[in-house]
């Protein structure tokens, strides 16, 4: 009975499930207060948020001494502090907002043009204008105006706070029209845009890595007061371990409707938060203010194989071997599912959203789950091998 029961505790720790979320357990994570004291940095704390002040923040960097000081408080505070802070001024020049915002919306025009661009991974369809990969798209357009906007001191300082050097960074516009609606709140990329049913199957230290593995940021172009629906923000609930299926659980999400809060930003303003942190984009109750952020994801340096591997060329060799073992018995269902993981590619990232979209669901279908389909209804490989490069070519930028 003692194994038994050592056994059980032990499959309780490393599978986490929606069933076994506590929201008790969660309101002694989230209901804490932030002390400034913590944190000598910040010029302020409104609504458990920390606000620094940019300029003298970039002050204190001035010698490695205080650099790392600051690196170190940053990184906690996102860390196991409210998970949120505020950078006001982070773009002390408006006019590179301003030149960025006139292209991001030359972009949004020529997508209501041709009936093209994204919607929203966690939104209604219609409530708000995407431009995927605005990172490279502003670039190409605008050079000068792109090296003047990321070449931002805070932007740097918080994307090595989190991630260390060497990151990655990607971005994507979000405008939210007057009358947008809120987003469901939501946790981020990666076990973020995942199912309940796959985030079962991850081990609990995946559900703690997962965060350290990404950034959050947003830069406002414009001003936001509280009526054009600013980010909702839970802080410290980026710190309850089973938080991915958590928000699946009507009580967690009554819980977040019930306890947000929501700082107003100004134009040029930074916020950066965990992306573990329960949160969600607000409703535009404004006539008037078309709410525009560029919502910046920067990635871990780590984040990607060792190797360089052809998996489309692989896949389409490997699937006729495939039909063949299945139809002389001489692979079980499971050892072709095992020989399919270890050859074709089995997430849906990176990708390019406006034309591999995630259509019905939170992410875009996999190498895999077209190679299963393709087996179940008996395709020829030509058709396979087609269909595979037509996936592979949505997905390149």
Known sequence: MKTDNTARRRVERVWLTEDSCSIEAFRVEVERRTNPADYPHAADCQKNILIYDSAS?????????????????????????????????????????????????????????TNSGGGDHFAKPGANDRIWNSLEKHCLCAPENFAAYYGNAVIALVSEAWLGPNYQMTAQVNRVNPGGAAQSAHRDYHLGFQTSAVIERYPAHVHKLSPVLTLQ??????????????????PYSQTYVPGYLALKRPEFKAYFDENYVQLP?????????????????????????????????????????????????????????????AADGKLSVAEIANAIASCAEGYSFPTN???????????????????????????????FVEAIAAQTAKKKS
């Not at 790392?68 to 907002?97: H, M, N, Q, Y």
């Not at 940021?217 to 839970?234: K, Q, Y």
């Not at 279908?365 to 299963?372: G, I, N, P, V």
């Open 57 to 113: 923040l970039i002050a204190a960097c001035a010698t490695d001494d205080g650099r790392r000081a600051a690196l170190a408080e940053i990184c906690e505070a996102l860390a196991e502090g409210p998970g949120v802070a505020v950078f006001k001024r982070a773009v002390a020049d408006t006019s590179v907002i301003d030149e960025a915002s006139r292209i991001f919306d030359e972009i949004i025009q020529e997508q209501h043009r």
């Open 217 to 234: 940021g947003a830069v406002a172009h414009c001003d936001m007061p509280l009526e054009s629906g600013p980010t909702l923000f839970l």
């Open 265 to 325: 930003l100004e134009k040029g303003d930074a916020v950066f938060f965990n992306p573990a942190l329960f949160h969600a984009a607000g409703t535009n109750r404004s006539a008037d203010i078309k709410r525009v952020a560029n919502l910046l994801q920067v990635s871990s340096a780590f984040g990607r194989a060792m190797e360089t591997v052809d998996r489309e060329g692989m896949c389409g060799v490997l699937y006729p071997a495939l039909k063949a073992l």
């Open 353 to 383: 959203l406006d034309r591999d979209p995630p259509l019905g669901g939170l992410a875009p279908k996999t190498q895999a789950q077209l190679m299963h389909e393709a087996l179940a209804a008996g395709w020829d490989t030509g058709t």
